[in-house]
C-alpha cells in the first residue's frame, strides 16, 4: 500500500500563492502516475495536474497558467505549485498514487482563497 501525506494548504488572499507537497510512501519511480486533484463543497472531485514517472504532465484548463506539478525523486514527494489564486480555487485538494492494480488518496489538505 502507498501512504500519501499532503501539506501545505491554509488561508490565502486572491493573487497569493501556496505550495502543497506529498510525500509518498514509496519510491516515486515505481508509481506510474502520481497526481493532484480537488473538491470544492457540493462539487465532485475533479483533477489539477498529473505527472507521470517519466515525467508526462497535464494540466486542467483552469489552471494553466497558474499551477505546476513537480517532483523530487530523492525525497519521493510530489509538490504543486499555486500561483495567482482565486476564490474558485478553493477546495480540499488530494494527492492521488495510480497505478493498474492500485489507487490511492491522501487524506487532503484545505486550501481557502479569501480576502
Known amino acids: 500500500q502507498v501512504h500519501l501525506v499532503e501539506s501545505g494548504g491554509g488561508l490565502v488572499q486572491p493573487g497569493g500563492s501556496l505550495r502543497l507537497s506529498c510525500a509518498t510512501s514509496e519510491s516515486i519511480y515505481s508509481i506510474p502516475t502520481m497526481g493532484w486533484y480537488r473538491q470544492a463543497p457540493g462539487k465532485q472531485r475533479e483533477s489539477v495536474a498529473v505527472?507521470?514517472?517519466?515525467?508526462?504532465?497535464s494540466y486542467a484548463d483552469f489552471v494553466k497558467g497558474r499551477f505546476t506539478i513537480s517532483r523530487d525523486n530523492a525525497k519521493n514527494t510530489v509538490y504543486l505549485q499555486m500561483n495567482s489564486l482565486k476564490p474558485e480555487d478553493t477546495a480540499v485538494y488530494y494527492c492521488?498514487?495510480?497505478?493498474?492494480?492500485?489507487?490511492?488518496w491522501g487524506q487532503g489538505t484545505q486550501v481557502t482563497v479569501s480576502s
Open positions: 492521488n498514487a495510480r497505478a493498474r492494480t492500485y489507487n490511492y
Open positions: 505527472i507521470s514517472n517519466i515525467g508526462r504532465i
